[in-house]
């Protein structure tokens, strides 16, 4: 039924949102802990010098970021499989529609079902910081889809995490232009 969505309560609606969301993150979360402990700059990264052993660019082991979204991207759905086997608890109160009776009362479970859409993306910025210094950062974003049905309904629900994987601080020379008058 396509029509059945609009004959649930918004406020179970969000209430759903707001929790399946929160696993989501929890899910995303627990695997990058899980996976990138052993993860390294040095890993990720190759710094290039040139013959007077000032660096001289930067390059992204391309293999090794995409082996880690992979095992991130696994690792997420597993835990985002084992959090929805047991469902999500509504309180009945919420049902009601009522905002007073919203969270009160004994749990109705509703079934939750990961859609194997679990999307890892990379960005890689360099940032200027000061008159020698390049701040060079990685972050990874994950991107979920969890499908939550409900009574006369579903409804599918993305989730977005970024964190920080690396965050270097590339120091230059200053140039000499900056002292002399």
């Known amino acids: 039924m396509t029509f059945g969505i609009f004959f649930v309560?918004?406020?179970?609606?969000?209430?759903?949102?707001?929790?399946?969301?929160?696993?989501?993150?929890?899910?995303?979360?627990?695997?990058?802990?899980?996976?990138?402990?052993?993860?390294?700059?040095?890993?990720?990264?190759?710094?290039?010098?040139?013959?007077?052993?000032?660096?001289?660019?930067?390059?992204?082991?391309?293999?090794?970021?995409?082996?880690?979204?992979?095992?991130?991207?696994?690792?997420?759905?597993?835990?985002?499989?084992?959090?929805?086997?047991?469902?999500?608890?509504?309180?009945?109160g919420t049902f009601s529609g009522l905002p007073i009776l919203t969270g009160r009362g004994p749990d109705v479970t509703l079934r939750v079902v990961p859609v194997g859409a679990v999307y890892c993306t990379f960005d890689s910025k360099f940032i200027g910081q000061g008159i020698n210094q390049t701040v060079h950062r990685i972050m990874l974003r994950v991107n979920t889809m969890v499908n939550l049905i409900m009574p006369l309904g579903s409804r599918n629900i993305r989730a977005e995490v970024e964190v920080l994987l690396c965050d270097s601080i590339i120091v230059g020379e200053v140039p000499e232009f900056f002292f002399s008058r």
């Not at 802990?33 to 990264?45: M, P």
């Not at 930067?58 to 959090?83: D, H, R, Y």
Request: aromatic share 6%; charged share 15%.
């Open 9 to 92: 309560n918004p406020i179970i609606v969000a209430y759903s949102q707001s929790k399946i969301e929160s696993m989501a993150i929890r899910a995303v979360n627990n695997s990058i802990a899980n996976v990138v402990k052993t993860e390294t700059y040095r890993e990720l990264t190759q710094v290039h010098y040139d013959a007077g052993g000032k660096i001289s660019g930067l390059s992204i082991n391309m293999l090794q970021m995409n082996g880690l979204s992979v095992e991130i991207a696994l690792a997420s759905q597993t835990f985002m499989e084992s959090f929805a086997s047991a469902g999500l608890g509504v309180p009945l």
